[in-house]
């Protein structure tokens, strides 16, 4: 099992910056492909990017190439989101996750276990 605690979203102003953290329980965090999600107020979760086990591939939304770089510490059991250039679009409710899939995981319903989520607010 893997517990995920998300940190670092705030208010800030379009064109800022932020990072957001992901740190995980247990000693298997390294076998996991990662995750970070979001969802604004009345639409579906999306995946904004994705990382494997061994930070050797990445996956980015279209919304968010250029702007978003994801990462991972397997040595500190920590992802982390770089989000670049906001846009008040970007306001949402940013949840981390983990999948056992052995690819990158595209679909909420292939990850495994979620964190509760910190919220980003983009003021224009």
């Known amino acids: 099992q893997v517990q995920l605690v998300e940190s670092g979203g705030g208010l800030v102003q379009a064109g800022g910056s932020l990072r957001l953290s992901c740190a995980a329980s247990g000693r298997t965090f390294s076998s996991y492909n990662m995750g970070w999600f979001r969802q604004a107020p009345g639409k579906e979760r999306e995946l904004v990017a994705a990382?494997?086990?061994?930070?050797?591939?990445?996956y980015y939304a279209d919304s968010v190439k250029g702007r978003f770089t994801i990462s991972r510490d397997n040595a500190k059991n920590t992802i982390y989101l770089q989000m670049n250039s906001l846009k008040p679009e970007d306001t949402a409710n940013y949840y981390c996750?983990?999948?056992?899939?052995?690819?990158?995981?595209?679909?909420?319903?292939?990850?495994?276990?979620w964190g509760q989520g910190t919220q980003v607010t983009v003021s224009s």
């Open positions: 990382i494997l086990r061994t930070g050797g591939s990445t």
């Open positions: 996750a983990a999948s056992r899939l052995l690819r990158i995981a595209t679909m909420k319903t292939e990850y495994d276990y």
